[in-house]
């Protein structure tokens, strides 16, 4: 399971001109899953997500996490994170998951987040969507379970 996680001070998304999804200063969660991925992979990558230390400190260090700094968790499924880039200019998805079998543990993965971050907002699976953020930093990392 991969996650791209953003610092950010606010970020949203929106269906069809509708905000579906927002939260103000937290993480941006950019969500993909692969064939191998389980309800382990999950619970692993939920963990890594929820106490990764990406906000700063009074000293202005990188010292403090989401729940430390009362921040919000925005959850978005991203399919093409999973994709292959290594050969030629098209992506290869042949390790994202089934649609199926990814919507099956995004779900999973928000049901367990909910009870982990009070302020949990998230996109809508399979659908287009329009992602709006502050990146505050800017703060990327990849995460992998």
């Known amino acids: 399971m991969l996650g791209l996680i953003q610092r950010v001070s606010h970020a949203s ?3 069809s001109g509708d905000i579906v999804g927002e939260i103000d200063r ?22 890594k997500v929820m106490h ?23 959850v978005v499924s991203q399919f ?6 290594q050969k030629g200019l098209r992506p290869s998805f042949t390790s994202s998951a ?6 099956g543990l995004y779900n999973y993965f928000v049901e367990q987040a909910k009870q982990a971050c009070p302020q949990l907002a998230t996109g809508i699976f399979g659908v287009n969507m329009q ?4 990146n505050d930093g800017p703060v990327t990392f990849m995460l992998e379970s």
Do not use: W
């Open 98 to 103: 089934p649609p199926e079998m990814a919507e």
């Open 26 to 47: 937290g993480i941006l969660l950019l969500l993909g899953v692969q064939r191998e991925d389980t309800e382990d992979s999950v619970r692993k990558l939920l963990h």
């Open 131 to 134: 992602v709006s953020l502050c």
């Open 52 to 74: 990764y230390r990406i906000f700063p400190d009074d000293e202005g260090k990188m010292n403090l996490n989401v729940q430390q700094v009362g921040g919000g968790l925005l």
């Open 80 to 85: 093409t994170l999973a994709a292959d880039t």
């Open 13 to 15: 998304v929106e269906v």
